[in-house]
């Protein structure tokens, strides 16, 4: 499948939570290609500084209106210039990048934490009409927005909070024990911090379900070319986060 | 189209037949075939590869780059496959399109250079570009670029051990950037490119910690070009080989820029991470430029400016 450069209008760039907003762009073309897991690579504005472009994970892929959202959290000056766009205005985006989750899950739980939920909004998309759980975390209520995208999405949410201001204080790896006793999942998706992300990869390996992550670091071009964003691999190979992930086997890329 | 002279932007350089003066930066634009979605690989006056060693490399440790006001700090570590690898995975498909392979070499030691040479000295490789100056390794390499006498045992090692056309790529971490251009050139380079990155440092004031995981890097993008033209401007004017001049290109008008200062090529490097197409749309610009201009042949900008 063909990844592409398009000037994308955009649509609408709206405040969905605290510092974090949803951007909805025209872009058929990859639209009509993008899968749950893969990425943008996002040009915030035509000046040279901020200079490389922003990847951001694509949480929806609407190919009638021929529209892709993303939904990002403002944390410095790239994501601040992306907030202050409208719908007057352009971006120019490359896409859809790296390889999406496998999507054979019959009996799907899904792991996510932060932002780590944007794509895993798209994956819960596409996974329907099976049934999905889904196991959440945040810092604290106001971050947990994302229980209502994913509510008529999943048959079950379960939350954590750092400080217990919805669903349980903790984090999700508290709860997944719990979580995993009461359901017989053939497959799980996390996304998140990387912390998360090995506690899950562990836990699914001691229950012998295969485990799905999705990656992060740093980089320059998004596909494969600069090697700003490679990882160890199994048995001495090397993996680039862009071009062979961001969603990798947890096998491959972790212990 | 034909890849002659007698196009206005068809160039020879060092006897490598080019059909556009742009080529490719080393370690900004993969093996090629990472961008062939995005970019015409036909339509590019040359693929210089990776930075290739002798054996696989798995890199710098921890964050390997950091944006700064119009620029970047890398320091990959000549992550890389390693040159069989190269020579039996990669060349083979690279070579379905019809654009000259240059392989940039980097080795720890004089004799390494020379293996890698013979090595190369394939069918498919076009030519030879020495890196003898990125300053991310600590085993070697910024010593050769910044030592007139290492460098130049470095270029008579290869051109002992190859018949390709040999590039000689350096360091800008110097004092006079003029005596290592010329003595490369004495001890038989075919060419000189430059500038490779110019060591840096970024700090995080949050953790009192370098941002990169090697504490230091390379600085790239268009915050370099006017040290690049500078350099390429004093090279130009006292050597007689042709230079390749890169450091900051984005745009046609920057590549114009070099090639009046002095460059009968460029590269476009870090701005393959902005516009993937970028060394098609400069080559594009500067056919434009050249025509508004009323000149018939790119040649007719290389070290024109008037002092
Ligand atoms: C594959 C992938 C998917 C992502 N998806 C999302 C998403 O859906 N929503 C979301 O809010 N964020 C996502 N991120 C993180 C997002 O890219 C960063 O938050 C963003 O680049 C920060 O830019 P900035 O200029 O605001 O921050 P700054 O900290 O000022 O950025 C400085 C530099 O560091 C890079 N950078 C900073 N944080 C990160 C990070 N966490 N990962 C990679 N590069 C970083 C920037 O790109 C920039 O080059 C994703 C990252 C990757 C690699
Ligand atoms: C991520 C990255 C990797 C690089 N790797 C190499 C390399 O392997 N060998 C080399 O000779 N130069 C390497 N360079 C230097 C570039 O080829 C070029 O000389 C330099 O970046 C200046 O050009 P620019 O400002 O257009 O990027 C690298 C630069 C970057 C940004």
Redesign the interface.
């Known amino acids: 499948m063909p990844k592409m450069v398009v000037e994308a209008r955009i649509v609408r760039n709206t405040e969905i939570g605290v510092n974090v907003k949803e951007l909805v762009l025209y872009a058929p073309e990859i639209a009509a290609q993008a899968v749950p897991g893969q990425f943008l690579h996002v040009r915030v504005s035509d000046s040279y500084h901020p200079l490389l472009r922003r990847p951001l994970s694509i949480s929806d892929a609407d190919r009638q209106a021929g529209t892709i959202s993303t939904i990002y959290r403002v944390v410095g000056q790239g994501t601040a210039c992306l907030a202050a766009l409208t719908s007057e205005d352009s971006v120019n985006c490359m896409g859809p990048l790296g390889n999406g989750f496998a999507l054979q899950s019959q009996r799907p739980l899904l792991v996510g934490g932060g932002m780590g939920l944007a794509p895993l909004l798209f994956l819960a998309g596409a996974l329907c009409p099976h049934p999905i759980e889904i196991l959440m975390g945040g810092r604290t209520r106001e971050e947990m927005f994302w229980a209502d995208m994913f509510h008529g999405k999943c048959d079950a949410i379960h939350i954590t909070t750092d400080d217990g201001t919805l669903g349980s204080c903790g984090v999700t790896l508290d709860v997944l024990p719990e979580v995993l006793k009461n359901g017989a999942f053939d497959l799980i998706y996390t996304c998140g911090p990387r912390i998360m992300m090995e506690g899950v990869a562990k836990v699914a390996k001691k229950h012998n379900i295969p485990c799905q992550v999705s990656l992060e670091d740093y980089m320059a071009c998004g596909i494969g070319g600069c090697l700003s964003c490679t990882c160890a691999g199994k048995n001495g190979t090397r993996k680039k986060v862009c071009s062979d992930g961001p969603v990798f086997w947890a096998q491959e890329v972790m212990a | 189209m034909s890849n002659e002279e007698n196009t206005m932007l068809g160039i020879t350089i060092a006897g490598i037949k080019m059909k556009t003066p742009v080529m490719t930066a080393s370690?900004?634009?993969?093996f090629g075939l990472?961008?062939k979605?995005?970019v015409d690989l036909n339509k590019i006056g040359a693929v210089v590869v990776?930075g290739t060693t002798l054996l696989p490399r798995?890199?710098n440790q921890g964050?390997?780059?950091?944006?700064t006001?119009?620029?970047?700090l890398?320091s990959?570590g000549l992550?890389?496959?390693g040159v069989n690898e190269f020579l039996s995975g990669i060349l083979p498909h690279l070579n379905a399109y019809d654009v000259p392979i240059i392989v940039n070499i980097s080795g720890n030691t004089v004799e390494e250079y020379g293996e890698l040479a013979a090595l190369l000295n394939a069918s498919g490789v076009d030519g030879l570009e020495l890196n003898i100056s990125c300053p991310n390794v600590k085993e070697g390499g910024i010593a050769f670029g910044t030592n007139c006498d290492s460098a130049s045992a470095v270029v008579r090692q290869v051109k002992k051990n190859t018949d390709l056309p040999v590039i000689v790529k350096l360091s800008p971490n110097v004092t006079d950037i003029v005596a290592m251009a010329q003595s490369v050139e004495d001890a038989g380079a075919d060419a000189i490119s430059l500038i490779n990155t110019l060591l840096g440092m970024s700090i995080d004031i949050h953790k009192w910690r370098p941002v990169l995981g090697n504490v230091v890097g390379g600085l790239s993008?268009?915050?370099v070009k006017p040290i690049a033209v500078r350099m390429v401007w004093q090279v130009a004017q006292s050597v007689k080989v042709p230079v390749i001049g890169m450091g900051g290109i984005?745009t046609a008008e920057d590549a114009v820029e070099f090639m009046l200062a002095g460059a009968t090529a460029v590269a476009v490097g870090?701005a393959?991470?902005?516009?993937?197409?970028a060394a098609q749309t400069v080559a594009e610009g500067i056919e434009s430029y050249i025509r508004q201009r009323g000149l018939s042949h790119v040649r007719e900008l290389v070290g024109k400016v008037n002092i």
């Open positions: 370690g900004t634009f993969g990472e961008y979605d995005f990776k798995h890199g964050r390997r780059i950091a944006e006001p119009a620029g970047m890398n990959i992550e890389n496959p993008g268009p915050a984005v870090t393959n991470f902005i516009n993937p197409c």
